[in-house]
């Protein structure tokens, strides 16, 4: 355990002490494919840190449709906004994969904040970066036109799931045609016109657990 929430760039400063200290307030536990771990809306309990796997991210329409937010992998985590504000959870949260995740509970997580300035350093990092990542998606839905919003989805996707090989990247599939479409913020029918156009061009090689992009013919 030890090994693993050293790697958590959050605890990045605390010494050895700080870290078992750590451990004795943390809870581990596994989670199958699919499981929702909460719903927006909900009251927050507990704050989560991803330990191998992954978490979608998202946030529903009245009508059902949903958005994906974003994507947590191994050593991020999720679930501060409800513990710091006091509001319901602002998004959902749903393991992509079989999931290792560790849980703080609200009152333990704000001790934290008040006790370990780096730790409370390191939330206000990621909270900037959410906010600009969030600008960034305001701006590709406002400004940019959905071909260019779904490869630059396949190259997030690279980034949580690719393995590098050569000019080449192959991207674990742990999203299905739906959530893609609902990363990059477009229509299936639209995803599916551009993954064909994507295939053609062989810049795109599909198979039925992942896909391969070809990084020299991407533009
Ligand atoms: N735009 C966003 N980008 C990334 N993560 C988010 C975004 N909105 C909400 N979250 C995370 O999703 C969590 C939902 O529960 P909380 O509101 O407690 O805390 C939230 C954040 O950790």
Redesign the pocket.
């Known amino acids: 355990m030890l090994e693993l929430i050293k790697k958590v760039p959050l605890f990045a400063q605390l010494n050895e002490h700080q870290l078992n200290a750590l451990i004795e307030i943390c809870t581990r536990r596994t989670y199958k494919s699919g499981t929702i771990l909460?719903q927006?809306k909900e009251l927050?309990s507990v704050f989560y840190m991803v330990l191998s796997g992954s978490v979608k991210?998202y946030t529903t329409s009245t009508s059902g449709e949903e958005k994906i937010?974003?994507i947590c992998k191994s050593t991020e985590?999720?679930?501060?906004?409800?513990?710091i504000d006091g509001k319901p959870?602002?998004?959902?949260?749903q393991t992509l994969e079989e999931c290792t995740l560790l849980t703080i509970t609200g009152q333990s997580f704000l001790d934290l904040l008040r006790n370990h300035f780096d730790i409370s350093l390191g939330i206000m990092q990621e909270l900037s970066n959410?906010l600009r990542?969030?600008n960034q998606q305001v701006y590709d839905l406002t400004f940019v036109d959905a071909r260019t919003r779904v490869i630059k989805s396949l190259i997030k996707m690279a980034n949580s799931h690719g393995l590098r090989k050569g000019t080449t990247i192959v991207i674990k599939l742990v999203l299905n045609y739906d959530e893609i479409s609902q990363l990059a913020g477009v229509q299936k029918s639209t995803l599916m016109q551009v993954i064909r156009d994507l295939e053609e061009k062989k810049i795109l090689m599909i198979s039925p657990s992942e896909f391969t992009l070809e990084l020299t013919k991407l533009r």
Do not use: V, Y
Request: no cysteine; hydrophobic share 40%; aromatic share 10%.
């Open positions: 909460f927006e927050g991210i937010l974003t985590s999720f679930g501060e906004l409800s513990l959870r602002s998004a959902s949260a959410r990542d969030t």
